[in-house]
């Protein structure tokens, strides 16, 4: 599974950005599994943003983003987004998507299989 990530940047608190996570892979069906946005900040570990299901039914966030951050999909596309409103500085991170190894999970399973990240730097 190949995962690349883009979008990120430097924006000044209070802004948005949107985050893309395009998806491909030998027999990998894009519209059946779960995706998750991570992130991680200088000094501190990865920590998960939120993550979506594989039919969109289910979306889950981090409480630190909550009302501020919106996770969707595009099967057709093979893309998941990351929108980020309100942006803080302490949202400052490489922001990684992410996926799992088995097919039609649920979001509260391991993510294994990484993108390379993109970097979103918030100015105050």
């Known amino acids: 599974v190949q995962l690349q990530a883009c979008g990120g940047g430097l924006v000044q608190a209070g802004g948005s950005r949107r985050l893309s996570c395009a998806a491909s892979?030998?027999?990998?069906?894009?519209?059946?599994?779960?995706m998750g946005w991570f992130r991680q900040a200088p000094g501190k570990e990865r920590e998960l943003v939120g993550a979506?299901?594989?039919?969109?039914?289910?979306?889950d966030y981090a409480d630190s983003v909550k009302g501020r951050f919106t996770i969707s999909r595009d099967n057709a596309r093979n893309t998941v987004y990351l929108q980020m409103d309100s942006l803080r500085p302490e949202d400052t991170a490489v922001y990684y998507c992410?996926?799992?190894?088995?097919?039609?999970?649920?979001?509260?399973?391991?993510?294994?299989?990484w993108g390379q990240g993109t970097q979103v730097t918030v100015s105050s």
């Open positions: 992410a996926t799992q190894q088995g097919a039609l999970g649920n979001t509260r399973e391991r993510f294994v299989f």
């Open positions: 979506i299901s594989w039919s969109a039914g289910t979306i």
């Open positions: 892979g030998r027999s990998f069906v894009f519209s059946n599994y779960v």
